[in-house]
């Protein structure tokens, strides 16, 4: 594997030609183990739900979905830490395997299940390890997917010279929605075409045959970028190493003056941390994240998952429910996936024409815009919501039973828009649009709360890609798998909050509510990111100021004299 001084030495000489073009390359191998790895992710995510529901109904679907989100809360910012306390070769290969691995072993496990007998002891034991392994498999691809779109394309973009992180994210996003979009259709003719067990051997035989492949294509990029091997530490921290653990590279003495002057606080250095320091970044996790300039930033994407206005089971379990039939289901959701991903197509255009911070502020605007639409929804015809007629109809002893089911993960609050849930509402209805109305119920609410999802996707991956990017370009080398990690976290935080409150208020009666709850979240995260963007405004100023006052100075004196310390 070439050295880091050797590429330098290369570009010097071919004018940056050569080095642009490996990597280009690497960068295309890097999209090839992305789309392998977004797909398998997302035919598993859907036929594991497929599987459960087969077996026990949505119950089973509620416990492994809340199984997973509680771990990943609990563990995603621990392997982000884990990631930058090891050299990124190891940190993603050893995610890779304990993902395929274990949904490999999940599947095995269902496919048992699938062709025991429901009271065998043996059927229970396999149910409960088929979850624990796929729970495990969730977090460790969390773990895939932070190594791959928030560190690896950070430094090999860095490495190409290109300054094209903008069009990168906006490819890797269009991955993995192109894959939520296909990767279901086809998991469902896998599952149709055969027996819902053989289905499981199959996804085997996927997940050994792609982490084989992914690995293959990972270590090709690994060695084709040298400048993966190294990462960037404050020179505080080099002391905290001893000189057998570190090895310095001294790529960076040859760069120009104005280069030093922005480096200075940083070195670059190749590391394998003791166990005490890994301990250390395990405690201050959370206060790492929270020193970061992008903070508020990071804290509004945060917010804008504790939202029922998604492209999830939730609006679509209330469509059901109001008269909405399957293919209209899924046409908007297939509708809503299509402008995600022209969100993220436009982004780096938009990028290049306005800059990365107002293509942030464009994107959340969109959306919040587009979420009055929802808003409205609750009271235009059709609209279900009465929570005093819930309230007088349902009583609180019915409410905390509802509550109590909820908790033991009885199926009728699992799904908490089925028809045994529904109270004067429509349910089995199909949509009538010459007249607005399914069985004569007017579907004009329902209406303008999907076009007002579909629509807000578009500024949501704006948003995303914006507020990712500024973190990608504003975390220190060393602590951003850490810091990205914190932020799965907080995600996954907001996101379980919103099942909750599903749980909470389980009838279209209610929805309402929770659609104004969504609403005030993404205010939040909106009034969050506009607290960044006065601060990054501020600290333009000042350094705007602090770079004419040194300008006079030194135009005074005559000469350049450095500050003596």
Excluded at 286 to 312: E, R, S, V
Aim: glycine share 6%; with cysteine.
């Amino acid at each position: 594997m070439p050295s880091v001084t050797e590429l330098e030495k290369m570009e010097e000489i071919s004018g940056g030609g050569r080095l642009r073009k490996l990597c280009s390359s690497a960068f295309n191998v890097l999209y090839c183990a992305y789309v392998i790895s977004a797909t398998g992710d997302r035919l598993w995510m859907f036929s594991i739900a497929i599987f459960l529901q087969e077996l026990g109904g949505m119950r089973l679907v509620a416990i492994n979905q809340l199984a997973n989100s509680i771990v990943q809360v609990a563990l995603s910012s621990y392997v982000g830490s884990w990631l930058d306390s090891h050299n990124r070769k190891k940190g993603v290969l050893t995610m890779l395997f304990f993902n395929n691995i274990f949904i490999a072993i999940s599947a095995v496990l269902l496919g048992i299940c699938l062709s025991s007998d429901m009271t065998n002891s043996i059927y229970a034991v396999c149910l409960f390890l088929s979850i624990i392994t796929n729970t495990i498999a969730q977090v460790a691809s969390d773990g895939e997917k932070i190594a791959f779109t928030k560190d690896w394309v950070v430094v090999v973009d860095k490495a190409s010279k290109e300054t094209a992180l903008a069009r990168r994210n906006a490819t890797m996003k269009t991955i993995d929605q192109l894959a939520s979009v296909i990767a279901p259709l086809v998991s469902g003719i896998i599952i149709e075409k055969n027996s819902a067990r053989t289905a499981c051997y199959l996804f085997v035989v996927w997940n050994l045959s792609s982490w084989i492949i992914e690995r293959i294509l990972l270590v090709y990029v690994y060695n084709r970028v040298p400048q993966l091997a190294v990462r960037k530490l404050p020179k505080d921290l080099k002391d905290e190493w001893s000189s057998h653990e570190l090895l310095e590279t001294r790529s960076g003495m040859q760069e120009s003056e104005s280069t030093q002057m922005n480096d200075d606080r940083t070195t670059t250095l190749t590391m394998e941390p003791r166990p005490s320091d890994i301990t250390v970044a395990r405690s201050n996790r959370i206060k790492i994240y929270w020193k970061q300039p992008a903070f508020m930033a990071g804290l509004g994407l945060a917010f804008l998952y504790m939202t029922i206005l998604g492209n999830d089971g939730i609006c679509v379990g209330f469509g059901k429910s109001q008269g909405l039939s399957e293919v209209w289901l899924g046409g908007f959701r297939s509708l809503g996936a299509l402008f995600g991903i022209i969100g993220a197509i436009v982004f780096p255009l938009m990028t290049n024409r306005i800059g990365l911070r107002k293509s942030g502020f464009v994107g959340l605007t969109w959306q919040h815009f587009s979420l009055y639409l929802c808003l409205a929804s609750i009271w235009l015809p059709g609209s279900p919501f009465d929570p005093r007629g819930y309230a007088k109809h349902t009583g609180l002893k019915a409410w905390w039973q509802q509550l109590e089911d909820a908790i033991s993960m009885s199926s009728a609050v699992s799904n908490p828009f089925d028809s045994r849930n529904l109270t004067e509402t429509v349910v089995n209805g199909t949509a009538n649009w010459d007249e607005w109305s399914a069985n004569e119920h007017s579907t004009i609410s329902i209406a303008a709360l999907f076009a007002g999802i579909v629509l807000a996707r578009f500024g949501l991956w704006i948003a995303d890609l914006s507020i990712t990017q500024i973190q990608q370009e504003t975390i220190e080398e060393h602590e951003r798998n850490t810091v990205f990690g914190v932020q799965f976290a907080a995600n996954r935080f907001f996101f379980l909050l919103k099942d909750i409150l599903v749980i909470l208020l389980p009838d279209p009666k209610t929805f309402g509510i929770l659609i104004i709850a969504s609403f005030a979240f993404v205010t939040f995260g909106f009034i969050c990111y506009l607290i960044y963007l006065l601060k990054f405004k501020r600290s333009q100023r000042i350094s705007r100021v602090g770079v004419r006052e040194f300008r006079s100075t030194t135009k005074q004196n005559g000469s350049f004299e450095p500050l003596q310390t």
